[in-house]
C-alpha cells in the first residue's frame, strides 16, 4: 500500500501540488521496505526544495530538503536521485567549503548508486552533473579541476550552457 501513497506522491510532485505530495510521502514512510521509505524522504526532499524556488528561498526550507535528501541517502546509499538533490542544494546553499566538497562527493556518490535513480530531477544527463562539480570546483577555487570537468562536459555535450559559461569564467 505504501507504494501507491509513493506512486501518488511523485504524481502529486510532478503536478507541483506539494501540499498533497508531503502528505503521500509521509504515508508511503510507514513502509518496511528502506528503500521505499528512502525515496519517500527523498521525494519530501525534492518538495522542501520545490516550495523553495516557488515561493522565494527559505532557509528553513532548505535545511528542511537537506536533512530529508540525508535521510533517504542514510536509508538507501544508492538513492542516486537523493545524492543529486543534495550535492544541488549545497552547491546553492554553499554556506562553506565543506559544502561544495560534500556536493562532489554526493555527485560521486550518485555516479556510483542505483541508475534507475539518476536524472529523475533537474538534472538531465552526466554532463549536467559534471558541470555541476566544475561548479564546485570553481567556487573552491580548484581552477584546474573545474577546467577538467568542463572539459569532459563540452566533449560530450558541446552546447552544455553552464559548461560554456564556467569556460568563459575559467
Known amino acids: 500500500m505504501s507504494v501507491d501513497y509513493l506512486q501518488n506522491a511523485w504524481e502529486e510532485y510532478h503536478s507541483a501540488d506539494y501540499g498533497a505530495a508531503i502528505l503521500a510521502f509521509e504515508r508511503a514512510l510507514d513502509d518496511e521496505d528502506a528503500s521505499t521509505a528512502a525515496d519517500a524522504y527523498n521525494g519530501l526532499g525534492w518538495v522542501y526544495l ?79 552533473l559534471r558541470a555541476l562539480k566544475a561548479q564546485c570546483y570553481y567556487y573552491l577555487g580548484e581552477w584546474d579541476s573545474a577546467l577538467n570537468e568542463v572539459n569532459r562536459v563540452l566533449a560530450v555535450e558541446k552546447d552544455n550552457r553552464v559548461a560554456l559559461t564556467m569556460k568563459g569564467l575559467l
Open 50 to 128: 520545490g516550495f523553495s524556488r516557488s515561493l522565494g528561498i527559505n532557509q528553513k526550507n532548505i535545511e528542511t530538503a537537506l536533512s530529508k535528501f540525508q535521510q533517504a541517502s542514510a536509508l538507501d546509499s544508492t538513492n542516486a536521485d537523493a545524492w543529486v538533490g543534495q550535492a544541488g542544494l549545497l552547491l546553492a546553499r554553499r554556506a562553506s567549503q565543506d559544502d561544495l566538497r560534500d556536493a562532489l562527493k554526493a555527485v560521486d556518490n550518485a555516479f556510483s548508486g542505483n541508475a534507475e535513480y539518476l536524472y529523475r530531477h533537474d538534472y538531465d544527463t552526466e554532463a549536467d
